[in-house]
C-alpha cells in the first residue's frame, strides 16, 4: 500500500455519501449521520477499519468536506474537527479560492490547492513520502479521482440505510474495474476493499 492512492468512504445502499440539504448545522445532510453509526457505537468491532481511514501520509479532500462556506474564505473557520483533526498529517484541500495555509494541533495542516486535482496528489504524494495518500472525500472529488484513473483502492463502508439523495458516489466516473479483495460485515456496516484498475 506505500505509495498508492486509497479512499475509504462511507456510503449508503443506494449510493450516497451525504444526505440532501448539507448545512452547517447539519455537515452530512439529512440523515447522513447514519453512514457512521459503526465508527463511534461499534468502534472497538471496527478498530482496523478505523485506522486505516486516519493512517495516510497526507489526506485530499474538497472544500464542502473542509467546511459549508462558498465563495471567497471567512479566515475564521478552521475546518468542523475542532484543534485537533483526526488526520495527523498535511491535508490538501480542492478549492477555487486562494488561502494561506492552517496548522492545527495534533500534526495536521490544511494546505488550499487551487490548481486542481493533479497538482493536490503531486504535492499529497511529496508530503507522503512512502505512505499512502487518502482521498477523503467528499463524493465530488472521489468521483473525480475515479474518472482520472488515479484512486488504486477504494473502501466503501455500506452502511444498511437508503438516503434517497444527496451527494452520489459514481457519478461521471466511466466503467473502473473494481476488484473485491475483502468483505467484512456487521449490523451496522460492510466493508469493502476494492483494488481499482
Known sequence: MAGSVTCGIGVSVDGF?????QSADDPLGEGGEQLHRWMFEQADQHAAEIEALVSAGAYIMGRNMFGPGRGEWDESWRGWWGDEPPYHAPVFVLTHHPRESVEMRGG?????????IGRALERARAAAGDEH???AGGASV???YLAAGLVDELWLHIAPVVLGSGERLFEGVGSPTLEPVEVRTTDLVTHVRYRVS
Not at 17 to 21: F, H, I, Q, R, S
Open 17 to 21: 455519501v451525504a444526505g440532501p440539504n
Open 108 to 116: 495536521t495542516t490544511f494546505h488550499f490547492v487551487t490548481e486542481g
Open 133 to 135: 495518500v487518502a482521498i
Open 142 to 144: 472521489v468521483n473525480q
